[in-house]
């Protein structure tokens, strides 16, 4: 089996994850935070120690800065709702994933808030730092409260200039979030060198964890209205949240297991070192670009940004994305066709009617593997004809 | 005698609220060589529910004070066994 959807989910994990997940289940599993004894006490020490590599490795001021979440929409939501009043005005990019799109459209039907939709200017020869910060300029308002960007595009390799919009946004007042789901533990994050108030990240993409974890990071002073309230063993006999995060956004009881799986996975990668995880993943993806490019009836997506990321978008003519996702399936092969839940980014990229097939190298992946992807995409290609 | 010797074998604690900033001051403590664990305080020592807290020696009573102050770690209160002072 050949695996490039390594932007839906990273697979294989490294062992070490699959691990201490067991061992969690196993040995350690109390729930962390309620209890007193020794599981449950075992239990948040591994917690806290998954926290502090978070913390650590994206640039948070503090270990409470760090709320875990089952999933990257999850805390896209939190985030949102979090932040956002009646009222407000809010900007997106043109990159974006519904899990940003869809909440943001919601508050505005619902009369909450109003919002834009700023160009980045994906695959234009005219993209530059500079003009995607001037789009988000002209579109903002007094009310604009807040600028939320995807970091990495999870349709081609498009990354967007955070630590630009970061700096801009800092020096207008406005509040930045970003989404992290393709650009943790593929690029170098620092919240605070890139005045991000909110990141929001997946456990089981490019942090090689298990699905099930996922978490926010908040800038310092960033206080945000809960998504959820409930038990969180602090303050228990008061009827309200406490206002001491994190504890303040994890209402009920965390993924342990998870949570635990997660640790070994950001371990995993900051061993390997995120630089030489990227080169992999993107001498690949050039080396796919090159081929797919040179294959007759093959339309490649955004070209501009081989060898800079982890992803190859394209389609054979006339074929529906999905239907070349099954073939290759059907040829041990797993990639992802349709529209990867991004239907601002497509329209932005201007793929058809069916979206495209997308693949995406991860730290496992192979030349050898491209290689063969290459041989069997040729061979399929003769029976789509 | 003095208050450290009579303090020597007294556990004294420092309640924090929350898990993770008591775990937070464990990190802080263990850091400057100070044993400490983390225990969930007696219901009686908060009128506001389950808190966290870190025990240590009391003789190491003002070295955790000054390491947690450093640290920025903010304390809600200070109890020897089951006294608030």
């Known amino acids: 089996m050949i695996y490039f959807d390594n932007a839906a989910t990273t697979f294989p994990k490294p062992a070490a994850v699959a691990e201490e997940v067991k061992k969690c289940m196993q040995s350690y599993g109390g729930n962390p935070g309620r209890g007193a004894h020794s599981l449950s006490l075992a239990a948040a020490k591994k917690v806290f120690e998954c926290r502090s590599e978070i913390a650590d490795m994206f640039g948070a001021s503090d270990t409470d800065r760090v709320f875990f979440t089952p999933n990257t929409t999850y805390g896209i939501n939190a985030v949102l709702k979090g932040l956002i009043r009646d009222g407000d005005h809010v900007l997106i990019s043109d990159m974006e994933h519904n899990a940003v799109w869809r909440p943001v459209h919601k508050m505005a039907a619902e009369g909450r808030i109003t919002y834009d939709v700023f160009p980045t200017l994906t695959c234009s020869a005219r993209q530059t730092p500079e003009r995607i910060c001037a789009n988000i300029s002209r579109l903002l308002r007094p009310n604009t409260r807040l600028v939320f960007c995807t970091h990495a595009s999870n349709i081609c390799s498009a990354v967007m200039p955070v630590t630009q919009i970061g700096e801009l946004c800092r020096r207008r007042g406005v509040l930045f979030a970003t989404d992290g789901a393709q650009a943790a533990g593929h690029e170098h994050i620092n919240i605070r060198e890139m005045n991000i108030d909110a990141l929001c990240i997946p456990g089981h993409k490019g942090l090689y964890g298990p699905q099930g974890s996922g978490a926010v990071v908040l800038g310092e002073g960033i206080i945000l209205d809960t998504l959820t309230e409930g038990g969180n063993g602090v303050d228990s006999l008061e009827p309200e949240m406490s206002l001491t995060a994190p504890e303040r956004y994890e209402a009920g009881t965390v993924s342990t297991p998870a949570i635990a799986g997660l640790c070994e996975g950001i371990r995993a990668v900051r061993h390997t070192g995120i630089d030489t995880i990227s080169q992999g993943e993107r001498q690949i993806c050039a080396r796919l670009y090159e081929m797919l490019g040179n294959m007759r009836g093959v339309r490649l997506y955004a070209p501009e940004y081989s060898g800079k990321g982890s992803i190859v978008l394209f389609n054979f003519d006339g074929i529906p994305s999905e239907r070349v996702a099954s073939l290759l399936d059907e040829n041990g092969v797993c990639v992802r066709g349709g529209y990867h839940c991004a239907a601002l980014a497509h329209k932005t990229l201007g793929t058809p009617e069916g979206g495209a097939v997308r693949l995406s190298a991860g730290m496992f992946t192979k030349q050898s593997e491209a290689d063969a992807l290459y041989r069997i995409l040729k061979r399929v290609s003769r029976d789509l004809k | ?85």
């Open chain 2, 1 to 85: 005698m003095t208050d450290r010797k009579r303090y020597q074998n007294t556990s004294c604690s420092a309640v924090m609220g929350t898990l993770t900033n008591a775990q937070k001051a464990q990190k802080a403590l263990a850091a400057a060589a100070i044993p400490s664990s983390v225990t969930k305080s007696e219901p009686a020592s908060s009128r506001r529910g389950c808190v966290w807290s870190v025990n240590f020696s009391c003789n190491q009573s003002e070295n955790v004070r000054s390491v947690l102050a450093s640290a920025g770690i903010n304390v809600r209160s200070w109890s020897m066994d089951n006294d608030i002072f």
